[in-house]
């Protein structure tokens, strides 16, 4: 039925030899019925963490609060959990405290869709107490039991709905989908890293452009107004097509998403959202100058110029976010963007042949540093200024690069 790796196969069987129950649950067993390869397999069992703690030689107390203990097997960690009653109810109103249970049905019930639902393990085989076997032929995300219930304990599972239809590419329950509209205020309460990190898997899955049911649904109507407001506006029906276009990366798939937006807006989004800050400022970046590859003009000085004033990364991005703009503009429209096409590849050609011939295009490639000038008696501001007018120079003239020459140069000033 399921090929389990041979390491959980035998942490199963270790726990059932000691006398109770364990199953592979949750992520791992939908990703395998779909034909998929899990990230991980996470076990959950009837045996307390103390008890698995004496039947394994390594183990870990990485969660033992919420009943999980990582049991280690040839330097790979596993996680084993404990069947539990209740949810992570981290809304910051239900106490964190954990009822374990030693029913599997009770563990499968706490849990949020019923394709996360299935346990499984080469004794008893397939545990589907809610239907999610169905669920998954039916391409279905369906909440376990009263979806208004499930959905008031944990106001995450929400977005969690509309992310796993974005991964899996599932429709959401009807019932399930009305909850959402239902009880979409309570999202409010959840902390905006948990929101964060919904919010990203969605945009790097294979269908981004679901990201507008967070619109639809009001989830984001008052967390995120102002992300709202630009899904709610015509311009997501040209956001839409470009995120699918751009690269899943977090700096594309965000820049795509604010694209509308002027940077600075885009970057009081992506502040709140609390990201990283080489994603805010890659994507800041790419809105900021995504029109730039169109103002270059096409010969070399004007790209190393460029890829001095942008940096030659940022300048790839740039390039790829305009091969994406271009492609969707096109199917949008159905007319091809000749002109731009042919002046992207040009730059694009120029670009790499600066690159593979090692012309200067940065202060640091420069022949000659701040030190060579200090010792020729230059001090404070005039040194950058300097630099950056030998600079200009060797960008127009890359064979002028040399210690002598740029020297002899500065007589010359
Ligand atoms: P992925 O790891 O690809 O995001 P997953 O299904 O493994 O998907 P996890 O967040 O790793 O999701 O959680 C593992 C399992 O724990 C889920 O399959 C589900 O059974 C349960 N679960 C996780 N979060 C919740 C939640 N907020 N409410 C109820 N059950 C949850
Ligand atoms: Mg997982």
Redesign the pocket.
């Known amino acids: 039925m399921i090929e389990l790796p041979k390491d959980v196969r035998m942490i199963i069987s270790m726990i059932e030899h000691s006398g109770f129950e364990a199953y592979v ?3 791992c067993v ?1 990703d395998t019925l779909m034909g998929r390869t899990p ?1 991980d397999w ?1 076990i959950t069992t009837s045996a307390r963490p103390e008890e698995i703690k004496k039947i394994f030689v390594k183990t870990v107390d990485t969660g033992i609060k919420h009943g999980t203990v990582t049991v280690i097997v040839r330097g790979q960690g596993y996680e084993v959990t404990t069947y539990r009653i209740d ?2 109810y981290t809304d910051g109103r239900h106490p964190s405290d954990v009822r374990y249970t030693r029913s599997l049905r009770d563990d499968l019930m ?3 869709f019923t394709i ?2 299935i346990a499984y393990n080469d004794s008893k085989g397939l545990r589907d107490e809610y239907g999610g076997l169905g669920d998954l032929q039916r391409r279905l995300i369906r909440a376990v039991g009263d979806p208004v219930d499930r959905f008031s304990e ?1 106001a ?2 929400m977005m ?1 709905a509309i992310r796993f239809s974005a991964q899996l590419g599932f429709n959401i329950d009807g019932d399930t989908y009305k909850a959402i509209i239902a009880m979409s205020r309570g999202i409010n309460q959840v902390s905006i890293e948990r929101v964060q990190t919904e919010l990203t ?1 969605t945009l790097l899955s294979e269908h981004p452009e679901i990201v507008t049911e967070y619109q639809q649904t009001g989830l984001f109507l008052e967390i995120l107004p102002e992300l709202n407001s630009l899904l709610s506006s015509r311009d997501a029906q040209k956001v839409r097509p470009l995120l699918k276009n751009v690269p899943a990366t977090k700096p594309m798939r965000y820049a795509a998403l604010l694209s509308p937006l002027n940077s600075d807006t885009a970057k009081q989004i992506l502040k709140k959202l609390r990201l990283d800050n080489a994603t805010i400022d890659t994507a800041v970046n790419i809105i900021k100058y995504s029109k730039e590859e169109e103002r270059i003009s096409e010969n070399e000085y004007s790209v190393r110029e460029a890829m001095y004033r942008l940096g030659p990364r940022l300048l790839g991005q740039l390039f790829t976010y305009a091969e994406a703009d271009i492609n969707t503009k096109e199917s949008v429209t159905g007319l091809p963007m000749r002109s731009r096409r042919i002046h992207l590849n040009t730059i694009k050609r120029y670009c790499d042949e600066i690159i593979s011939r090692g012309d200067c295009v940065s202060l640091k490639d420069l022949d000659i540093s701040g030190d060579d000038l200090m010792s020729m008696g230059l001090s404070g501001p005039e040194i950058g200024e300097t630099l950056e007018w030998l600079l200009h120079i060797v960008l127009e003239n890359p064979k002028l690069n040399e210690k002598q020459t740029l020297l002899a140069m500065l007589d010359t000033k």
């Open positions: 649950v949750g992520g939908r990230d996470d949810g992570e706490r849990r949020d996360n639902a944990d995450l599972r969690r898997k």
